[in-house]
């Protein structure tokens, strides 16, 4: 059972190029997210689904975009890197009860 | 504004040492969730558990144990009889249980090092 799978692992952008992450989960779940770690600090949520066809910001959502045309997918597309887009992101699902399943993360440097 | 405050940064035990991780969360919400999550040297982030606000009693898992204390705002973690296996990044976090509960404020997390 794959659960939430993420990739790539690793990506090294420069300023200004853009990006997809890709995030799909094989447990029929209606709640994704992304949510974002820097060092040192706790995870913070970028966007979140309930369902096909719904997205709506987290906390910080700028520089961000994502869809959802399916239940298994839900990419994040960066269009414009930026340094302060470094980060390890992550994406999850749930069902509506907040125990969240994680990927293993994207570690992605932007320079 | 909902917020939550791990103020350890890092602790450090022997095996067999019990641990306790703080957690201290502000929230206007009369109803909300509490969460614990482990996050092993791997990457990957672990659910441990949920709990209630309406649910204030104390729960055991095997070594692991948590204390929720409306009254002082607090949801510990006590590792009893630490193993080296325990080493990792623990995560306290909240959530409104009125809308989507999958949207956590997380706390800056505790890291525990435990040495054989």
């Known amino acids: 059972n794959a659960g939430v799978t993420q990739t790539p692992k690793f990506r090294i952008l420069k300023i200004g190029q853009s990006m997809t992450l890709q995030c799909t989960q094989d447990?029929?779940?209606?709640?994704m997210y992304w949510y974002r770690q820097d060092p040192g600090m706790g995870l913070k949520l970028i966007y979140y689904?309930?369902?096909?066809?719904?997205?709506d910001k987290g906390e910080v959502p700028n520089g961000y975009n994502v869809s959802r045309s399916t239940t298994e997918d839900f990419p994040l597309r960066l269009e414009l890197a930026a340094p302060s887009q470094t980060s390890v992101y992550f994406c999850?699902?749930?069902?509506?009860?907040?125990?969240?399943?994680f990927g293993s993360g994207t570690q992605l440097s932007v320079l | 504004a909902q917020k939550v405050t791990q103020a350890q940064t890092e602790i450090s035990v022997v095996e067999k040492e019990d641990v306790t991780l703080d957690c201290v969360y502000e929230t206007r919400d009369t109803t909300y969730y509490l969460f614990w999550y482990k996050q092993p040297p791997s990457g990957e982030l672990v659910f441990l558990i949920r709990?209630?606000?309406?649910?204030?009693q104390n729960e055991i898992s095997g070594r692991y144990s948590w204390n929720f204390q409306k009254s002082t705002s607090s949801f510990n973690f006590t590792i009893t009889a630490s193993q080296v296996v325990d080493s990792a990044v623990y995560f306290c976090a909240l959530s409104e249980a009125a809308s989507n509960t999958g949207k956590l404020i997380f706390g800056q997390g505790t890291t525990l090092q435990v040495k054989p």
């Open positions: 447990m029929n779940h209606n709640y």
């Open positions: 709990r209630n606000s309406f649910d204030e």
């Open positions: 999850a699902s749930s069902v509506r009860d907040g125990k969240l399943f």
């Open positions: 689904s309930v369902g096909a066809g719904i997205t």
